[in-house]
């Protein structure tokens, strides 16, 4: 899985719906991929949306991947929102329940820029990718795989999505080939655990609201595959990547009373980041639940074990009758793109329970405790530590640090001031050992 991948929503929020106009077209102008704009049966018509407008040109740079005569060119002028873009209208509905992954070249003046396909008709869908290099040919993919059939019938391309059009080469796009495919070729769908090693499964993502994730290798161990995820500088607070298709886990995560668990390995490039998972039932966003942790430590790979019948203040408990198969990740949660610019993360090992079987590093020491971890509004907590020197760190929900202290011994921390609410709290000794857990504050 080399290209870069994308973001997905049901309910649509950073753009608003493009309305079903109605389209003149004659007959022969509604067709189905694949376009490769060589001939008048396959093009399609575009029409065109906030001063953008897409026509068939001579390709700009026939070499590398792409050598045809003819591409379909995108202009995005000044006047027009950063959504501006064409669509395209199909003959029938669309079933992407098995073949759904779109794969287009795209040739872009800039890398970086977010090239967004949005499927319309009685409900809204949308996928980004992420161009990786200027001036030259580059196939991307968006994949739709296993959203419901009879309900898409166009497309929407919102190309450079995000920044305002301004006429100029620099918002000057060209794309070919747009085709449709089955994205998994024969692979199993995956479900936990997740080790990201084993060739029969299909590793795709599916990522939403600015991030972008990809299957690498990881970078502390050349014989160890992890999913590499980038939060782009336009992502939204809520931006995160499900470890699936649209279509989720081929088996539902095993919840039961007393198991409740998933364990997950993490780099991130600073502490103290806000780590969200959120599980849900397929096509039904309001059955889920949520949770929440700190990461203790950067730039090294930690287990952090996630309790889901711990939820978030103010969201859905978690349901034992529900199926979740689909389970998310929100790196940085709470916090826009534009805060700390484009950061990179990564994960790997996802396991149902508390990581012991993963057979990787950072276990918690057992040494660093922090009692009670239910207080009173104004009281103490007594940290117990080895050694000397050590830092308490207390994160609200949203990844904000709202206390911090630094002990030379074991003792009790002050809590007075703090609101009620539910934090991580997160110990780091001297020694570099780490501990986090959940602290609860009460009236």
Do not use: C
Not at 84 to 100: H, K, N, Q, R, W
Not at 131 to 143: C, G, V
Not at 321 to 343: A, P
Not at 367 to 394: C, D, K, M, W
Request: glycine share 8%.
């Amino acid at each position: 899985m080399s290209e870069p991948l994308f973001i997905y929503s049901f309910v649509m929020k950073s753009v608003p719906f493009i309305l079903s106009v109605v389209f003149a077209l004659s007959l022969n102008a509604q067709i189905n991929p694949p376009f490769d704009f060589e001939t008048p049966e396959s093009t399609p018509e575009f029409t065109n949306f906030e001063m953008a407008e897409t026509f068939v040109v001579e390709n700009p740079n026939s070499s590398g991947i792409n050598t045809s005569a003819n591409v379909a060119q995108m202009v995005r002028y000044p006047g027009g929102n950063v959504w501006a873009g064409s669509i395209v209208l199909f003959p029938d509905y669309l079933d992407l329940t098995e073949v759904g992954a779109f794969r287009m070249k795209v040739y872009s003046p800039v890398a970086g820029a977010v090239m967004k396909m949005k499927l319309e008709g009685s409900s809204v869908i949308e996928l980004d990718a992420l161009t990786t290099t200027a001036n030259e040919w580059e196939t991307l993919i968006w994949d739709f795989t296993g959203v419901p059939g009879g309900i898409f019938n166009q497309l929407a391309f919102m190309l450079d999505f995000g920044i305002e059009g301004d006429g100029t080469y620099f918002s000057t796009f060209y794309f070919d080939d747009v085709e449709l495919y089955q994205s998994n070729e024969g692979l199993q769908q995956v479900s936990l655990p997740i080790d990201h090693e084993d060739e029969s499964v299909h590793y795709q993502t599916t990522s939403f609201a600015g991030n972008y994730a990809e299957l690498v290798v990881d970078p502390t161990d050349e014989n160890n595959h992890v999913m590499k995820v980038t939060k782009h500088w336009q992502s939204l607070n809520y931006s995160g990547t499900t470890m699936s298709t649209v279509a989720g886990f081929a088996e539902p995560i095993a919840f039961e009373a007393g198991a409740t668990q998933v364990s997950v390995d993490v780099w991130v490039p600073s502490a103290g980041a806000a780590i969200r998972m959120k599980a849900e039932e397929y096509l039904e966003q309001a059955n889920s639940v949520e949770t929440q942790l700190n990461v203790p430590v950067a730039g090294e790979w930690t287990t952090m074990t996630f309790d889901f019948f711990q939820n978030v203040p103010g969201t859905p408990t978690i349901n034992f009758n529900y199926d979740y198969t689909i389970l998310s990740i929100f790196f940085d949660f709470g916090n826009e793109g534009y805060l700390s610019g484009t950061q990179e993360f990564y994960y790997d090992n996802v396991v149902f329970g508390d990581g012991t079987s993963s057979g990787i590093i950072n276990a918690e020491p057992s040494n660093i405790t922090v009692r009670p971890s239910l207080i009173q509004s104004g009281a103490s907590t007594v940290i117990a530590f080895e050694g000397n020197n050590a830092e308490f760190t207390l994160y609200d929900l949203k990844g904000a640090k709202v206390l911090q202290r630094s002990l030379f011994a074991s003792g009790e921390v002050s809590l007075s001031g703090i609101a009620p609410g539910m934090y991580s709290a997160v110990v780091r000794t001297k020694k570099g050992e780490a501990h986090q857990q959940r602290l609860t504050v009460i009236d």
